[in-house]
């Protein structure tokens, strides 16, 4: 049976996708969400961390979660090039701007999802990516 979480990212992901939640739109609360989906605030800022991490949406303290334009670049299956690299090549002018980097007490997904053990800590970075002026992840 699938987790509740990763069956509500799938929902959300979903909706952003047919365009019910259209990008640089804000996503319902949390609170709304738990009511939504009948579940716990936890379960759902596990869906949100993780809709996050894919690039559909970008939390911002404070205001709630907002769709992000989602555009994909197809890159060549055979070799291996970097984005940087496939941008350039394409001739489009990238642009990454650092949001914030700071040393941080993990929660829980990201405890779960490292497998850690005891008060270690992680780096947090948040940065926006940017191909021809245009913020896409």
Request: glycine letters at 6%.
């Amino acid at each position: 049976m699938e987790q509740k979480y990763l069956e509500i990212h799938r929902r959300i992901l979903r909706k952003i996708e047919s365009g019910e939640y259209a990008p640089q739109t804000l996503l319902p609360s949390e609170n709304e969400l738990k009511d939504q989906y009948e579940t716990s605030r936890e379960t759902i800022r596990k869906a949100l961390t993780l809709l996050a991490q894919e690039g559909y949406i970008q939390k911002i303290r404070g205001k709630g979660s907002v769709v992000i334009k989602n555009t994909k670049l197809d890159f060549p299956v055979s070799g291996l090039v970097g984005f940087r690299e496939l941008t350039e090549k394409m001739r489009l002018n990238t642009r990454t701007d650092v949001k914030e980097c700071e040393l941080v007490e993990p929660d829980f997904f990201i405890r779960e999802q490292l497998n850690m053990a005891g008060s270690e800590k992680v780096w947090k970075i948040s940065r926006v990516g940017e191909v021809d002026g245009e913020k896409i992840i």
